[in-house]
């Protein structure tokens, strides 16, 4: 396994399901905290170290939702970065709500 892994600097649309794939790859590999540094940017994807989704025995459907930003993952679980968000490909950026509902201490 390499540590190296290969880079997109592709501008151009066509590539659109390239740079989902890329951006899928550096989700998978942050989500599960493999060392590595994760670089995205519109047309432009840079993954060195981390690993390609394993989509056995279900396809990963971890996605991120921000143009642009950095990661760095160290080893022992420890990571750095601009991303904030969730993983989660249902949620938007925006639909991030926590509510927590009292139920009664009636008797």
């Known amino acids: 396994m390499s540590i190296f892994t290969k880079i997109n600097t592709s ?7 390239k740079d989902e794939e890329d951006l899928r790859a550096i989700a998978y590999s942050m989500d599960l905290l493999i060392p590595g540094l994760y ?3 519109p047309g432009l994807k840079i993954r060195l170290g ?3 989704p394993d989509d056995e ?3 990963y459907p971890g996605t991120i939702h921000d143009a642009y930003g950095i ?3 160290l080893p022992g679980y420890k990571i750095f970065t601009t991303y904030q968000g969730t993983y989660d490909p249902r949620e938007t950026p925006d639909s ?9 201490d009636a008797i």
């Open 11 to 17: 501008t151009k649309s066509t590539s659109l399901n």
């Open 39 to 41: 670089i995205w940017f």
């Open 50 to 52: 981390g690993n390609t």
């Open 57 to 59: 025995p279900y396809r």
């Open 71 to 73: 990661a760095l993952v």
């Open 96 to 104: 991030r709500t926590t509510t927590v509902e009292r139920q009664s």
